[in-house]
C-alpha cells in the first residue's frame, strides 16, 4: 500500500501470541484513552490472529474506527475486507475491498484479496448449489418410494 501502513502483505500470517499480547496490553493500558493508532495496531492483530472470536473483536474495532476517525477509513479498508473475509462475510468483504480499489485501483494486495474473495464465493456457490441438488435428487427418491408404496397399498 503506499500510505504510512506498517504492515507488509503478510496479512494471513497471524502473530504469535506475545507478539498479540503486547499490542493487547498496550491496548488495555490506554484504557478510556486509548489512541486511535493503538486501537488500529490491536485491531490489526487481532485480524491477523487464527481465532475466530479475535477476528470478529478485530473487525469491530476497525469499524469504530471507521465510523469515528474518517481521515483514518482508507487504512481501515483492506483489515475491515480482510477480516470479514475470514470471518466468512463475503459481500461484506467485497464492499470494503471494492471501496478501497476504487480509490487505489493498483493496489496489488486489494486485488489479491478481490480474488481470494471471488473464489471462494465461487467455491461456496458451487458447493450450495451441489448441497441443493443432492437434497432434491433425495427428496425425489423418497417421493418416488412413497408414492409407489402407496400406490401397492391401494
Known sequence: MG???PYA???DTPLNSAELQVLR???EKEGDMVSVQTKF???WGLVKSSRRDDQ???VVLLSEIFRTSPERRRECLYYLALGNFK???YAEARRYNDRLLEQEPANLQASDLRTLIDDKVAR???MGVAIVSGLAVAAGVIGGVLMRNIGKKR
Open 41 to 43: 495496531n490491536f485491531a
Open 25 to 27: 496490553a498496550q491496548y
Open 87 to 89: 470471518l466468512g462475510n
Open 56 to 58: 470478529h473483536l478485530g
Open 124 to 126: 461456496e456457490g458451487l
Open 3 to 5: 500510505t504510512n501502513l
Open 9 to 11: 502483505v503478510d496479512a
